[in-house]
């Protein structure tokens, strides 16, 4: 690293605290806006200090919703959008890592065929298959279910392809060392790749909860019931475009709420998180 | 405790690459037998197919009066040391040696016994608790012995365990393994490349090239009686100097013995069996030499030589060395000057010749 003098520094710290007051102010007037009474804002007179309402909105966020659009309070759509996120990155990772394990321990037929149609997989994104994807969903009943929010998105190749990519970094000799121990192909990855492949597995883990946090197209379309939505949904129905006013207290504490999960997870996670994208314990 | 018997081993890979073309060997219960070659000569090939981690295309592995070609490495009653020892990176260096016990079904408390009993002998005690990553290269190693001893197996197999130490510690672990091995009196493979570990540890040393067993034996009898030019060169350090003869220098050279056969040959000289003297050896060797280069190690030094092959009338050299020049050790650091003519005889029972092919060598 190279260590700049003096004015360089400032400059370079300077620079950081403007990108991260770019990033934050937002972040805080969405906090502060959710203190705030209603027609305080709706006057366009908010103050950038936090206002006394605190409890009383939160409360009516979590517990009992808005009065008008969305009918849903924000607890259930946050449920929702958890085990659907939960969902997504547990399925994946699980699916993933079986598959990647198949892929390079096993020979049986058509394995490399197996593996480039995997890989081809990751072209085709929801958005491109979105409409033969709602059909075969809708086909199955899986409308307005946690099954239909996160199987279709289950279903992808970046994490099969890096598990695959780690597993060929594990020496032969640990498998050949297990089978002269006694360990079975089962013995093997449940004892020594699962536990080799805890700091990927949490790396990706927040990866694919945040992505699964954030969907937006994919619920939209395949939920129509209000106590299937999810959070980000959820948000959008509360800013109404008719004559209704916005109850922007109300709306800026769900977004402050939805953004809660995924910064947990990223702080909980983060020594794991670092650790599987940059060492190996090898 | 158990023979290990090899019997006309074929290793054919689906390619059609033939690494192991007929291997014949028979290890006696409590041998430690070294398999030694350059790379790629298919003995660790040969190892892992007696591990079971490569499948035995012809011919029969037999450990212990049982064929072993279709048995799984776990049930094949053997344990082996890997080169990168393949511990398992997340488990203590308790649990490293305990687990293919558990997979086996032992009970905790019998597992306890042995590991600790491991431990003990491999001073290991005090880092029962600790992960791999924690230890040094020596320690680890021995958490591979460990691993390989708590087993009780009928054998040890051995892939090249100690090529990732430093030079020092392979002389430590060298010395242990072989004590160890001594003391547990269990059957052993070892496979290694570099000569000196070969002759140090070995009962049997299997000398390997191209797939085949070039030589079994003592390693005293292989170094003295090397049966073919590559074995001749490749156990001994410096290597043997080879040196082909035409058909009437064989006949003149071994006047009087049964290798006179007027054929031509090769003739091959350790470098240790050189002495610098102006005398001449009657049936000996003499030979005049222009100093090169000169190695002092201390004990020892190497003289590099050209030789003036007219005078000799013996042609230039095929070996390891450039065309003329051969290595003369003599014992202390006292050395002639580069540049200095001197003359190194060797007296004729340390002679050795081989066919010219250099496959066969010719007994007096």
Known sequence: ?282 | MANVTLRNVHKTYPGGFEAIKGVDVDVGDGQFCVLVGPSGCGKSTLLRMVAGLETVTGGEIDIGGRVVNQIEPADRDIAMVFQNYALYPHMSVYNNMAYGLRNRGMAETEIKTRVEEAARILELAPMLERKPRQLSGGQRQRVAMGRAIVRQPKVFLFDEPLSNLDAKLRIAMRVEIRKLQRRLQTTSIYVTHDQLEAMTLADILVVMNGGRVEQIGNPLEIYQKPATTFVASFIGAPPMNLMPLRPDETKSRFAGDSRANGKAGILGIRPEDFVISHETIAGGVALDLTVEAIERVGAETFIYGARQHEEQGIAANPGDLPPGELIVRIPGAIAPAIGERIRAIAPREKLHLFSADGRTRLEA
Request: proline share 5%; hydrophobic share 55%; net charge neutral.
């Open chain 1, 1 to 282: 690293m190279v260590e700049h003098e003096g004015i360089q520094r400032y400059l370079a710290h300077a620079i950081l605290w403007i990108g991260i007051s770019v990033v934050a102010f937002p972040v805080y007037l969405a906090i502060v806006a959710s203190t705030q009474d209603n027609a305080v804002i709706a006057n366009g007179q908010m103050s950038l200090l936090p206002g006394g309402h605190f409890l009383q909105t939160y409360y009516q966020t979590i517990f009992v919703g808005t009065s008008g659009s969305t009918r849903e309070p924000v607890g259930n759509m946050m449920l929702n959008s958890l085990v659907m996120a939960l969902m997504i990155a547990v399925g994946k990772i699980a699916i993933s890592i079986i598959s990647a394990y198949a892929i390079v321990y096993f020979r049986f037929p058509f394995r490399m065929a197996m593996f480039w149609i995997i890989f081809i997989t990751l072209m085709l994104p929801v958005e491109v298959r979105i409409y033969p994807t709602y059909k075969i969903v809708a086909d199955l009943h899986l409308l307005d279910s946690y099954a239909g929010l996160s199987l279709p998105l289950i279903a992808s190749a970046t994490a099969t392809l890096l598990f695959r990519q780690f597993f060929m970094t594990v020496p032969d000799e640990l498998l050949e060392a297990s089978r002269i121990d006694g360990a079975g192909p089962f013995r093997f990855f449940w004892d020594t790749l699962l536990p080799l492949s805890r700091t990927n597995m949490a790396a990706l883990f927040v990866i694919l909860f945040i992505l699964g946090w954030n969907q937006y197209l994919w619920p939209l379309l395949i939920t129509t019931r209000d106590d299937m939505q999810t959070i980000q949904i959820g948000i959008r129905k509360m800013i109404t475009t008719t004559d209704a006013l916005t109850e922007w207290p109300v709306v800026m504490a769900t977004a402050v709420l939805a953004m809660l999960p995924p910064v947990f997870v990223v702080i909980a996670m983060q020594k794991l998180f670092v650790r599987g994208l940059v060492e190996t314990e090898k």
